[in-house]
């Protein structure tokens, strides 16, 4: 009989490197790279589309419950089918990014979600990243790991990473909505960013990529030697 492989959680705060992480851990433990984020971000591009307003949860919901949304593994990270159209590139962009953080304040969007994620991870073999992994759709997962850094630092590589665009904001402004957006986060009353209470912290502020690689693979194999 074939060994189930294991869920592996990585939550933590925007910025803290989870999708790097958790691309590195898929590739090398051979299983499937979903990330969560993607599904509250979608959600959001819908309502924005339509026209929403986004504190109205019942719209939300009723939205959500006639939405098909599909996650697809790629190398370069998950390709998103929002109702059979990809669009991957357009969950990066900024009034989706807030709004994803707004949509995913409301307990009914949230079920949802976690419903589908559930379904998604049920037969193990996959690394899964977002806020409530741990906590709330795989508390049970066989790894987890809660990945922060400091907000200045966090910042600083979101403010790399997105590259020198047309009308590209400051660093302090990516900073600031870095904050805002984690505020949001984490003090929401629905499932807010926390470690579980058997994640390994893993601080990335003062470590390199590969020492933080090397940490999370490290995590993996004491938790599923295989
Ligand atoms: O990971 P991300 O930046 O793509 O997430 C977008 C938003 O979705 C983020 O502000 C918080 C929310 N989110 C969540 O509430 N729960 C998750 N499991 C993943 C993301």
């Known amino acids: 009989m074939a060994v189930r492989k294991p869920v592996v959680a990585i939550d933590g705060p925007s910025g803290a490197g989870k999708s790097t992480i958790a691309a ?9 790279n979903l990330e969560s984020g993607a599904m509250y971000r979608a959600t959001a591009l819908k309502a924005l589309r339509l026209g929403l307003p986004l504190e109205d949860e019942a719209a939300l919901a009723a939205m959500a419950e006639m ?15 929002l109702d059979g159209e ?15 953080s707004r949509v ?16 998604m991870g049920a037969e193990g073999g996959v690394v899964m990243e977002g ?18 850094a400091s907000p200045d630092a966090r910042g600083e590589r979101r403010f790399i990473q997105t590259g020198p665009t047309q009308g590209q904001p400051s660093a302090d402004d990516v900073k600031r909505e870095l904050r805002e957006r984690d505020e949001r986060d984490r003090t929401r009353t629905e499932s807010p960013l ?6 390994v912290l893993v601080d990335s502020t003062v470590l390199s990529l590969d020492e933080v ?14």
């Open 86 to 100: 990809d669009v991957t590139t357009q969950l990066r962009e900024k009034d989706v990014t807030q709004a994803a």
């Open 67 to 81: 939405t098909a949304i599909a996650l697809e593994p790629t190398e370069g990270g998950n390709r998103v089918l």
């Open 194 to 199: 926390r470690p579980a209470e058997d994640a």
């Open 213 to 226: 690689k090397a940490r999370a693979e490290a995590i993996v194999l004491e938790k599923w030697p295989g």
């Open 131 to 148: 806020r409530d992994i741990g906590t709330v759709v795989f508390p049970k997962a066989e790894v987890k790991i809660f990945l922060d």
């Open 104 to 119: 995913s304040v409301h307990p009914r969007v949230r079920a949802l979600m976690v419903a589908a994620q559930q379904r």
């Open 24 to 32: 590195f851990l898929a590739k090398r433990f051979g299983l499937l």
